[in-house]
């Protein structure tokens, strides 16, 4: 597999990869496959009819991860990419995912990443996606995921999703649809800066008894950056929905947060937090006290908030 | 070691507009000085003052034999001075193993890091968790404490360190105080409490941003008991 050191650097960035992974994996550069593995427990398949991929997860397959990034180094790539996950049932499984650009020309690069996870009953998966961007070139780098979480009897998705620097818009959106006992936990982090823009939404549905979801987005925006955050809970059984927004906004920037909950009967318990603020200035001090500069204990607090 | 020349700090506006008033007074090395008085008397600006968190309107902040009074927090603190804050910060996102690892000013051991915590009474399950408003008064204020003594500062400043211990023994902070002291470090530390008073080396008195009365801890505490006691 023969990769710039900018693609190298973009699959070390989102996906810690320095080498090819154990396991099941496909490799997405320019709008092309140039690696695909698949394991005994997991498919790994492109579409037939459109650009993507269907993943196919055994039954009962434990502990496995599979990798899926995405470097874009082409200016002007414009891709809608579909991927369907089917997690069998008793299934436990780490997906990482991830997408870079690197963009050194003036045309705009787009990755729309529409991912579907389709988990069966008892599984469990841990997802991660982390998006980063870089490169001289005046052309956007603008990423937009969808993902669509459909979560059968007793299983559980972990989302960890994070954007920190590099992307200059993004609208991110984020649909789950929970059966009884199921549980989603989905942790965001980002940060914008510059002219930068970024929009999440979660749209939540808790059907099933006891079904849990929890949102926990922390981010930071600086410059002259725009961020909107919009979380949708609805519990439509007994069930437990938290949401929880907290933004540190700086400069210039402007936050958004539209936390709703939508309670179809008594027994849903639904709580949203959402806490805009800029940086204390109690804490830049107390951390000056230490010995750290205004600068270096600004970056402590960021740095701690986002991780 | 520290010597302060005619400080004062005023503000516009408020009903007092000079907090404080002509301060001069001088720290000897190895030295426990308490400053106490009535609220609003100066204290935590004069702490603050030290510090560098705040800039005098006149005089001069001199620490062996340097004028740092123009100088920064972080220029104090990088000079051996360590502040306790009176109400401690809390920071989302910041483990106190962090905090601990930022004022030791390098990447310590957590069995190093523990050791600060069971000096101001608390557990190693503490380490990895965030400095935020799930922690009680008195435990963020242990924390704080930890965080001053991971310094090894030459100097320490502590802000009313009794406030909101309630839930601690009050022991284990004087014997800190006493571990300190033996340990020849410098400490001032503003405080109502009679035991530490009993303690210092030195009380200084403030009221209304002037110094009352200085003197040995012999000499002034029985006049601040008597007076809060309404016998003289």
Not at chain 2, 192 to 214: N, S
């Amino acid at each position: 597999m023969e990769l710039s050191k900018e693609e190298k650097q973009i699959f070390c960035e989102v996906a810690d990869l320095f080498e090819i992974p154990e396991g099941a994996y496909n490799f997405r550069v320019n709008g092309k496959s140039v690696g695909k593995r698949s394991t005994t427990n997991i498919d790994v398949e492109t579409k037939p009819n459109k650009s993507g991929l269907d993943i196919y997860i055994k039954k009962g397959t434990k502990n496995e991860q599979v990798h899926i990034p995405v470097a874009i180094s082409a200016t002007g790539l414009k891709e809608v990419v579909y991927n369907d996950f089917y997690i069998g049932d008793d299934a436990e499984v780490t997906i990482i995912a991830g997408c870079g650009i690197y963009n050194c020309g003036n045309q705009d690069s787009v990755h729309d990443g529409i991912h579907r996870f389709h988990v069966g009953k008892n599984a469990k998966i841990k997802y991660i996606e982390k998006h980063y961007g870089f490169g001289p070139g005046k052309g956007g780098k603008i990423l937009n995921p969808v993902t669509e979480v459909d979560l059968a009897k007793n299983s559980e998705a972990t989302l960890e999703l994070e954007q920190i620097k590099g992307i200059d818009s993004t609208i991110r959106k984020t649909t789950a649809n929970l059966a009884d006992n199921a549980s989603i936990f989905i942790k965001e982090r980002l940060m914008t800066h510059g002219r930068q823009t970024a929009e999440s939404i979660y749209e939540i549905e808790l059907n099933g008894k006891n079904s849990v979801a929890d949102i926990a987005s922390r981010s930071v925006a600086q410059d002259i950056s725009k961020q909107i955050f919009k979380a949708t809970i609805s519990g439509k059984n007994q069930c437990r929905g938290h949401s929880a927004c907290d933004a540190i906004i700086m400069d210039q920037a402007e936050v958004h947060a539209i936390p709703a909950l939508d309670a179809k009967t008594k027994d849903a318990e639904l709580i949203h937090e959402a806490a805009i603020g800029k940086i204390a200035s109690t804490q830049l001090t107390k951390l000056m006290t230490l010995g750290l500069t205004n600068q270096e204990a600004e970056s402590k607090i960021i740095n701690g908030f986002l991780r | 070691m520290l010597e302060l020349k005619d400080v004062s700090y005023e503000v516009k506006g408020g009903s007092r507009a000079k907090i404080l008033d002509h301060i001069s007074l001088k720290i000897k090395p190895n030295s426990f000085t308490a400053i106490t008085g009535p609220n609003g008397s100066g204290k935590s600006t004069l702490a603050e003052i030290i510090m560098g968190i705040k800039v005098p309107t006149n005089g001069q902040v001199i620490l062996n034999k340097e004028d740092i009074t123009k100088q920064n927090v972080t220029a104090h603190a990088k000079k051996g001075i360590a502040y306790s804050f009176q109400q401690p910060v809390t920071f989302k996102g910041l483990t106190v193993y962090d905090l601990l690892n930022i004022a030791s000013g390098e990447l310590i051991a957590p069995e190093e890091a523990i050791q600060y915590l069971k000096r101001v009474g608390l557990t190693s399950n503490y380490l990895s968790r965030e400095i935020n408003n799930k922690f009680s008064g008195g435990e963020l204020k242990r924390i704080e404490l930890a965080s001053v003594l991971a310094r090894h500062a030459k100097l320490i400043i502590f802000d009313e360190p009794e406030a909101g211990i309630d839930l601690w023994s009050f022991e284990n902070l004087i014997r800190i105080f006493k571990k300190l002291k033996s340990k020849n470090y410098t400490i001032i530390i503003i405080s109502h409490q009679e035991r530490i008073l009993k303690i210092a080396d030195e009380i200084i008195v403030l009221e209304e941003g002037r110094i009352k009365t200085k003197g040995t801890s012999a000499k002034i505490l029985p006049t601040i008991i008597g007076e809060r006691h309404g016998t003289e």
